[in-house]
């Protein structure tokens, strides 16, 4: 079983920055697949980004350029940098974790884009 904890989502202007945190469970990190995902109020769940236990990494074309995912096996820690936040990027965001074929989802944290 892998837990989830998303963290540092909040309120922010347009053209702002944040900063979300992912804190798994686990002692066999660096080999999860991570990503973030986000669903904003009558929409589906999409991709934002993710990272495999390689490194490798990939956005949603609306991000590229503007957010960067990364990880900290030692910390066992996913981190998304959010920058020049647009209205458009409100949503719940949502950490998630794929290994040994399972899928894990933490409880997700709001980011709110308004001036």
């Known amino acids: 079983q892998v837990q989830l904890a998303e963290s540092g989502g909040g309120l922010v202007q347009p053209g702002g920055s944040l900063r979300l945190s992912c804190a798994a469970s686990?002692?066999?990190?660096?080999?999860?697949?991570m990503g973030w995902y986000r669903q904003a109020p009558g929409k589906q769940r999409e991709l934002v980004a993710d990272?495999?236990?390689?490194?490798?990494?990939n956005y949603v074309d609306s991000v590229k350029g503007r957010f960067t995912i990364s990880r900290d096996n030692a910390r066992k820690a996913v981190f998304l940098q959010m920058n020049s936040l647009k209205p458009e990027d409100t949503a719940v965001y949502y950490c998630?974790?794929?290994?040994?074929?399972?899928?894990?989802w933490g409880r997700g944290t709001q980011v709110t884009v308004s001036s």
């Open positions: 686990g002692t066999i990190f660096s080999i999860y697949d």
């Open positions: 990272i495999k236990n390689t490194g490798s990494t």
């Open positions: 998630h974790a794929h290994v040994f074929r399972r899928d894990y």
